[in-house]
Every structure is written in C-alpha cells, then in structure tokens.
C-alpha cells in the first residue's frame, strides 16, 4: 500500500506569511493528490485536487504542486481563518482506497 | 443541497460489534463510490473502507480487514459499516464521505458530520 509522510507535523506563523508543507509518497502517484484543511470541531474540507487544481470557492492564495512522489501546499499571505490542520491524501481508483499524510498543524505564532 | 448523515455510533464493549449508517440525499447516490474515514480523539484522518457505485469493488484498511464490513443500498441512498469484533483502537469519529472521481484523480468532496464510537468496558 502506498504511504503519505507529511513534513513538518506542524508550524508556527504569523499572519501575512508564506506557508509550505510537504507530502512525500512511497511511490509514484502522477498527479493524485489531494489537499484537506481541517479546523476544530468541523469535518475536512478539500482545498486542492489532482495535485495543482483549486477546488470551487477555495481562495487563490492556497496552491499545490508536484508530481510523482513529492508535493507541496503554499499559502501565500496566511490569515487568520487559516490556522487549521492540513492533510495530504492519495486514492486509487479500483478497488476505492484513500491514503491520508498525518496532517501539518498550522498555529499562531 | 448535498447531506450525509451518519447515525448508528455509540458506546460499545471490546469484542461487541456496532452498526454504522450514512444516509444521504442531493445527489445520485448510485452513481459515487464512498468512503469511510475515522478520527481518532485528538488524532489524524485514517482511510477505514472504500466501495464503488455498484459494490463491485471493496477495499478496506488493514487495521479493520476481517473485522469490518462496508455495505451501501443505492435504492435507499445509504451507507453502512458493519464493525464487529470492536477494539480499544477503533474508537473515533467516524465520518462517511462521497467521493469525487475525474480522470484517475479522486478525493471526497462532501463529508457527513461524523458519528462516535466509544469503546469501553
């Protein structure tokens, strides 16, 4: 089974910063990939899929890249609504399987 | 307006087995492959099971294979996870999603509100 390994487990900023989290796959997964931000209490939300597409109503300062095994999330200029956790998640289409990162919380620093 | 409602979570005895259901309405049920996922009190997103629109393909995790069992019955738009020889480990949020497919590249795009399951003696 494929594993996804997300780095860092969390971090600190401030609002108005750059954030990249990493999500690294054990074996190539074209563009598979999928984004999640979670807040407190509430179920995730999908922010990016295949890799690099902008899910319907998800603000342009969340982007996504990569191919293969590594990929990235960025938030350009973080506010304050942003400060969740995040998750990467690879699927296979037959039979259905989903595979999710551990999650990268992002705090107030 | 797309809904997934998930019922059935509860307290359960290790060993003891418990019914989870997702019934949903918005969309056309049968034509979706859907999921379960389950979060563990303070804990990340686990993938538990996957079936596709007509329950021609199954998969499960390997923490539950042998234990748990995924259903659906598209005439009714519902959902179900049969958890039988529950352990300590299983206790979680359990959250039924829809998934979205295109091209290879699947995710899910609407999430119930989750259902609990307690495991204690």
């Known amino acids: 089974d494929i594993q996804m390994t997300q780095s860092p ?101 | 307006e797309v809904q997934l409602v998930e019922s059935g979570g509860g307290v359960v005895q290790p060993g003891q087995s418990l019914r989870l259901s997702c019934t949903t309405s918005g969309f056309i049920f049968d034509d979706y492959a859907m999921h379960w996922v389950r979060q563990a009190p303070g804990g990340g997103l686990e993938w538990v099971s996957g079936i596709s629109w ?26 179900f996870l049969q958890m039988d020889s529950v352990r300590a480990e299983d206790m979680a949020l359990y959250y039924c999603g829809k998934a979205y497919c295109n091209g290879g590249n699947c995710y899910i795009e609407y999430w119930g509100q989750g259902t609990l399951v307690t495991v204690s003696s």
């Open chain 1, 9 to 109: 487990s969390s971090v600190s900023a401030s609002v108005g910063d750059r954030v990249t989290i990493s999500c690294r796959a054990t074996q190539g997964i074209g563009s598979r990939l999928a984004w999640y931000q979670q807040k407190p209490g509430k179920a995730p939300k999908v922010l990016i899929y295949g890799a690099s597409n902008l899910q319907s109503g998800v603000p342009l300062r969340f982007s996504g890249s990569g191919s293969g095994t590594d990929f990235t999330l960025t938030i350009n200029s973080l506010q304050p609504e942003d400060f969740a956790t995040y998750y990467c998640q690879q699927a296979d289409t037959f039979p259905p399987r989903l595979s999710f990162g551990g999650g990268t919380k992002v705090e107030i620093k």
């Open chain 2, 54 to 79: 007509n329950s021609g393909s199954i998969a499960y995790a390997g923490s539950v294979k042998g234990r748990f069992t995924i259903s659906r019955d598209n005439a009714k738009s519902s959902l």
